[in-house]
């Protein structure tokens, strides 16, 4: 059974940092492009980060450029997403995806197409 478990979601006060932790597990990630969404009360989900399968390429949103890290791990079955100078509108519920396309993440565009896996998801909340 595939599974993608997130952790580090939390609390945080304006220009705080949290680190997003997710492990996936089931099948051979290595080769899966992986990355972190959010969805915010009355919002859309959106994408915020993602990495190729070998860690080669990343790519940000605009509003977490700079701010925001996303790596992967020896192991290439986890991801990281580093969160620096949080603002309240990073305020959301954040998800692991897997199965992204490589194609769009080397060309620096947004994901063309959903992921295969989805995590359940961790909250973070930044206050002002």
């Known amino acids: 059974q595939v599974q993608l478990v997130e952790s580090g979601g939390g609390l945080v006060q304006a220009g705080g940092s949290l680190r997003l932790s997710c492990v996936a597990s089931?099948?051979?990630?290595?080769?899966?492009?992986m990355g972190w969404f959010r969805q915010a009360p009355g919002k859309d989900r959106e994408i915020v980060a993602a990495i190729t399968w070998d860690g080669g390429s990343t790519y940000y949103a605009d509003s977490v450029k700079g701010r925001f890290t996303i790596s992967r791990g020896n192991t290439r079955n986890t991801v990281y997403l580093e969160m620096n100078s949080l603002k309240p509108e990073d305020t959301a519920v954040y998800y692991c995806?897997?199965?992204?396309?490589?194609?769009?993440?080397?060309?620096?565009?947004?994901?063309?197409?959903?992921?295969?896996?989805w995590g359940q998801g961790t909250q973070v909340a930044v206050s002002s």
């Open positions: 995806a897997a199965g992204l396309p490589d194609r769009a993440i080397t060309a620096g565009t947004p994901p063309n197409y959903p992921p295969n896996y």
């Open positions: 089931g099948r051979t990630f290595g080769n899966y492009a």
